[in-house]
């Protein structure tokens, strides 16, 4: 019921910065955790960065101090503020959602690709 749709992505050099949005519908997304997962070519999707209801904030090591996961509830919105970016990001981000503190995400956005060359 929940619809996702991510923009912002683009084509940056190393050291660059790029702003994911998430842009969702049809059920507000104050009830739900938001997350932002990347997937590689020859990777596997990896969870990159996840906001729960109340805030709180977790990010994988290869990204901490660099990405900033945000929520906007009153524009039913999360965003992936992304600083000095490195190739090694260079992926196909997802925006997710989902009404728990854990388990598998419900809802999926499309993917916008995230391109950082050196």
């Known amino acids: 019921q929940m619809q996702l749709v991510e923009s912002g992505g683009g084509s940056v050099q190393a050291g660059d910065s790029l702003v994911l949005s998430c842009a969702a519908s049809?059920?507000?997304?104050?009830?739900?955790?938001m997350g932002w997962f990347r997937q590689a070519p020859g990777k596997e999707r990896e969870l990159v960065a996840r906001i729960n209801q109340n805030n709180y904030t977790m990010y994988i090591d290869s990204v901490q101090g660099r990405f900033f996961i945000t929520r906007d509830n009153t524009k039913n919105t999360a965003s992936l503020q992304m600083y000095n970016l490195e190739p090694q990001d260079t992926a196909v981000y997802y925006c997710?959602?989902?009404?728990?503190?854990?388990?598998?995400?419900?809802?999926w956005g499309q993917g916008t690709q995230v391109t950082v060359s050196s």
């Open positions: 997710a959602a989902r009404n728990k503190d854990y388990g598998p995400f419900d809802y």
């Open positions: 049809g059920r507000a997304i104050s009830g739900y955790a």
